[in-house]
């Protein structure tokens, strides 16, 4: 087993380490996922295991760090959408 890595190998690997921690800090409370940060986090983590895609390709890795990336920027527009009409972090408008 060979654990030569080489700068992609530990760019798709921070990657993974933010999108692991993101979701990890949702779960233990410390980050809201309705909030921008979320979603936000998800997609840099996102777009980097994207760029180790491009020189290690795999196709189901591709498919699904599109639809993060596809879902990440959803979050993040509807994070600024809620936030620029007043709403508070229930979704209920003030």
């Keep these: 087993m060979n ?3 080489g ?23 410390l980050l809201d996922a309705a909030r921008w940060e979320f979603p936000t986090i998800n997609l840099v983590g996102s777009l980097l295991i994207s ?13 699904m760090e599109f639809f993060w990336i596809v879902i990440s920027i959803f979050g ?7 936030h ?5 972090d229930g979704g209920s408008a003030r």
């Design 7 to 29: 700068f992609v190998d530990l760019i798709g690997s921070f990657g993974t380490v933010m999108v692991v921690t993101a979701y990890f800090l949702t779960q233990a409370r």
């Design 76 to 82: 993040i527009w509807q994070s600024l959408r809620s």
């Design 51 to 63: 760029l180790s895609l491009y020189y290690n390709f795999n196709l189901a890795s591709v498919v």
């Design 3 to 5: 654990f030569d890595l």
């Design 84 to 88: 620029r009409g007043g709403m508070d």
